[in-house]
């Protein structure tokens, strides 16, 4: 079946732009968390949501958003772009919330605010 | 404050010999643990986890040991092949919310042939 698909893969941003980042999970997932990896820093949780509402929030500024539709497929906005917000940003799906499962990855998004 | 420690950045083993990845957190909220390996432009992919009522899984030749009294993890990788150069994340997550998981920074692998 077909993985977790994140598009676009790479986007190149204005510092102060806003950007729209999309993540289909595997079928029949409906755990859809996000990620922020920068160099050396890891990966930093950003927001998980499961059945189209928010149930986990990572320490991130208010400019970053996301959104959950009724066919599990989600958005995350980040508004008024910093230069710091330049990261891979991945998206992970997950059978259930209810119980630890291991998430499936996608490749990520490379965004560059220049 | 970080909950989950990677202490070493890399590592570098012979092809054939035992690589030990380390990983060391500190909210015993945290009951269960994974380990992904990640290529470059690529997301990390799932290898290893392990519920914190064992204290050992093994799977083929990735082995993964917990030792929930020193809040340690350790991946072991028997017999290393250069195929298993990546990054290797550690993660924890507890079962009230599982849908977020805390990662370590990483070590890098490089197994030389």
């Known amino acids: 079946k077909a993985g977790v698909t994140q598009t676009p893969r790479y986007l190149i941003k204005t510092r102060g732009q806003q950007v729209t980042l999309s993540c289909s999970p595997i079928?029949?997932?409906?755990?859809v968390s996000w990620y922020q990896q920068t160099p050396g820093q890891g990966l930093q949780f950003l927001f998980e949501?499961?059945?189209?509402?928010?149930?986990n929030k990572g320490n991130f500024p208010g400019r970053f958003s996301g959104r959950q539709f009724s066919n599990s497929r989600s958005e995350m906005n980040v508004s008024t772009l910093e230069l710091g917000d330049s990261a891979l940003y991945l998206c992970a799906s997950s059978l259930t919330a209810s119980m630890n499962t291991e998430a499936f990855f996608g490749q990520g998004t490379r965004l560059t605010v220049v | 404050d970080q909950q989950v420690k990677q202490n070493s950045p890399s590592l570098s083993v012979q092809e054939g010999r035992i690589s030990i990845l380390n990983c060391d957190y500190t909210?015993?909220?945290?009951?269960?643990f994974l380990w992904y390996k990640k290529y470059p432009a690529e997301g990390p992919t799932f290898l290893i986890s392990i519920s914190s009522i064992k204290d050992k899984n093994e799977d083929g030749r990735f082995t993964v040991f917990l030792n929930k009294s020193a809040k340690h993890l350790s991946l072991h990788i028997v017999p290393s092949q250069p195929g298993d150069s990546a990054v290797y994340f550690c993660?924890?997550?507890?079962?009230?919310?599982?849908?977020?998981?805390?990662f370590g920074d990483g070590t890098t692998l490089t197994v030389k042939p």
């Open positions: 949501y499961f059945s189209e509402t928010q149930r």
């Open positions: 993660a924890a997550s507890e079962v009230t919310n599982a849908g977020k998981s805390t």
């Open positions: 079928s029949g997932h409906r755990s």
């Open positions: 909210n015993s909220m945290f009951d269960y």
